[in-house]
């Protein structure tokens, strides 16, 4: 695991200099502290930092062919490149390094852009192919790795975070109101826009090609949801996907460091554990976090209950309401893009504290969008089963039940109403959010006109509609299923994996989204993953035998964190003076009115804490990234932490 970057000037006699590219560098530093390296060839220069995980000796970036040709930096893992090495050696292919990486260089020999398409595994990476003077950059199938880039008059520029381009001084930091609007609307950003006018994110499954001053972008992969297991028993698919996992989680234990296991006591992460154990012959260290008297569901005891039954050496903390607020400026800073995910510093948390003892740890995380595991997917399905009993009467009938759900301050009743009658792009904008979504039903109040006017063009039903035209055939399940894998896991959950361990020089994996994974899932019927109000099925059938009844049994958690009591209590007044001080209000974004009727309703019942902690990131993200973007051309002071001067 590692942080890229890399700078081509379209001009071909001019020269990329060692300083422009450290400049890149030096802001992600926590993303490779193991060693860095830099490429310069005339007019394009490649950065690497390097995260020391396979080939501890030999494997340092970047890395080139044997006629120095073709030259690569890499961001991930290729789970499966012993047996693309072995291939490419028969083939008569010279190797220096037992690495990952320069599997990847001879594939691209072979096959040029087509090379994406053999591998198995977690990366974003750039080829510079110096005989056609071309940048080849590619993103994994899901989205596990960022690749963010950005295209001027005169200069391509590309990196693992944002910081690092911004730390180029040619690159505009105009703020995008249309990206403010979408995150508002989503809790993230969906899609390819962040919130800088002038940067993009690849997105995932698509391939990147600069050549003679020309970019042009590739979907090289989508999932597909197809009907190849569809005439299986449930008993075979249980078996098909024991094997599966079995291998996967065994070909993501590889490492040349010790591997950890991220423990939230759910099916998830218990199941990556119980196949974790049989994949080395050492005691695996598991971690977890929890919050003393707290709110919410302490994820500990379930944690321990697992770890106890595989015999792992397990490791727990808690943080408290202050770790939590002092820690925000932070968040922000790593993130880099709004996202209103408080589980993300639970994570930072608990990735600190494995960090102590393992340089890479397994996730459970994407099992929920392979298999559906999230309650709304079997709500949805029985409000499908009440529209079809309904009939023509079903939209009236939702009308009814939203208007009374609203007036009675029923947020669930008033969310799966609207849908009644509704084509599925017009009221699910993702697992998160909807119309009824508070910064989507009060727009026009709570935003100012002149922030309302600015993004009128931005409709998230027109976003998803247009998300969903590959999967509009298929039955609701699978277009649920499809929408968040391609936009709430990318955009938030994977976001907040990336950022949140990488923080703290550590590297996540996620089998459960291995490809072929996520494939199988998508292969099998509906009913084989959601039946009645019973989730995610064939996965829990898989390890029933093997994993705790109080594990298979219990509801979706998952690193709750109680941040809506805190946002009400300990940290009301300290909102307050950020969210209505006359920098805040000076943005033009909200009414001020409102954002203080909002703060006072959400102390008496804390039903608005999403949309208080919204503000709360959305705002401390423009103090971090607009009024103080010195800090991107300056070293980190200490890695994995921000000047926190430059946030206040």
């Not at 197809?226 to 698919?237: K, M, N, P």
């Not at 072929?516 to 099925?537: C, D, I, M, N, Y």
């Not at 919204?614 to 990234?625: A, D, S, Y």
Request: glycine fraction near 8%; aromatic fraction near 10%; include cysteine.
């Amino acid at each position: 695991m590692c942080g890229i970057a890399g700078k081509l000037l379209f001009a071909s006699n001019d020269r990329v200099g060692r300083d422009d590219v450290q400049a890149m560098l030096d802001p992600i530093v926590h993303r490779g502290p193991d060693g860095q390296g830099i490429h310069l060839d005339g007019n394009i220069g490649l950065g690497h930092l390097r995260l020391s995980i396979i080939d501890l000796a030999t494997g340092a970036q970047p890395m080139c062919n044997e006629d120095q040709t073709v030259w690569i930096v890499f961001n991930g893992e290729i789970y499966n490149y012993k047996e693309l090495r072995d291939h490419l050696l028969a083939k008569g292919h010279v190797f220096r390094s037992h690495s990952d990486t320069e599997v990847i260089i001879h594939l691209y020999e072979d096959l040029g852009p087509d090379c994406v398409r053999q591998l198995r595994g977690m990366f974003a990476f750039a080829i510079w192919d110096s005989r056609r003077r071309r940048l080849f950059v590619a993103r994994d199938r899901v989205g596990i790795k960022p690749l963010y880039y950005c295209q001027t008059g005169g200069a391509f520029l590309f990196a693992s975070e944002l910081k690092a381009i911004l730390s180029d001084p040619a690159i505009s930091h105009d703020v995008d109101p249309a990206a403010i609007r979408q995150f508002l609307s989503f809790n993230y950003i969906p899609g390819e826009n962040t919130l800088f006018r002038s940067i993009k994110k690849l997105l995932p499954g698509h391939t990147l090609t600069v050549e003679n001053g020309n970019v042009s972008i590739r979907q090289y992969w989508d999932l597909h949801f197809t009907r190849q297991r569809w005439s299986i028993s449930f008993d075979q698919a249980v078996e098909e996907l024991t094997s599966l996992l079995k291998s996967t989680v065994r070909d993501h234990m590889i490492a040349d460091v010790p591997v950890g296991v991220l423990l939230s006591g759910g099916v998830d992460s218990s199941a990556v554990l119980s196949f974790a154990v049989q994949g080395t012959a050492k005691k695996v260290k598991t971690f977890t976090l929890g919050f003393d008297g707290a709110q919410v569901v302490d994820e500990r005891p379930f944690a321990s209950l697992v770890a106890q039954c595989f015999g792992t050496e397990h490791h727990d903390l808690s943080i408290s309401a202050e770790d939590f607020w002092n820690f925000l400026p932070s968040y922000v800073w790593h993130m880099e893009e709004p996202v209103c995910e408080p589980p993300a510093i639970a994570l930072y948390c608990v990735s600190k504290m494995a960090r102590q003892h393992v340089k890479v740890l397994l996730s459970g995380e994407g099992g929920d969008e392979a298999f559906a595991g999230y309650p709304n997917y079997s709500n949805m399905l029985r409000l499908q089963r009440i529209q079809q009993g309904l009939g023509p009467l079903a939209r009236p009938a939702g009308s009814a039940a939203a208007f009374l759900g609203g007036v009675f301050d029923l947020k669930r009743i008033h969310r799966y109403a609207v849908a009644l009658g509704r084509t599925l792009p017009s009221h699910y904008f993702s697992r998160t959010s909807g119309p009824t979504a508070f910064f989507n039903r009060q727009a026009a109040r709570f935003l100012s006109p002149e922030f309302l006017q600015a993004t009128r063009s931005v409709s998230p039903q027109r976003i998803m509609a247009h998300l969903l035209q590959p999967v509009s055939g298929c039955g609701l399940l699978d277009q649920m299923l499809y929408a968040d894998t391609k936009t709430w896991l990318p955009d938030d959950l994977l976001v907040k994996a990336d950022k949140m361990t990488m923080a703290n020089s550590l590297e996540l994996r996620v089998p459960l989204l291995d490809h072929q994974v996520l494939e199988f899932a998508a292969s099998l019927p509906p009913h084989f993953k959601v039946l009645g109000r019973e989730t995610k099925r064939v996965l829990k059938a898989a390890f029933a035998a093997s994993l705790p009844a109080e594990v298979i049994q219990r509801k979706k958690a998952g690193f709750p964190v109680p941040y809506e009591g805190w946002l009400r209590r300990e940290f009301k007044d300290r909102i307050e003076d950020l969210l209505l001080s006359p920098r805040a209000v000076s943005r033009g974004c909200f009414e001020a009115r409102e954002v203080k009727r909002l703060l006072a309703a959400n102390a008496l019942t804390g039903k608005s804490s999403k949309e208080v902690f919204c503000l709360v990131v959305l705002e401390l993200w423009h103090r971090g990234f607009v009024d103080s973007p010195s800090v991107f051309s300056k070293p980190v002071a200490v890695p994995g932490e921000p000047r926190m001067d430059a946030l206040a």
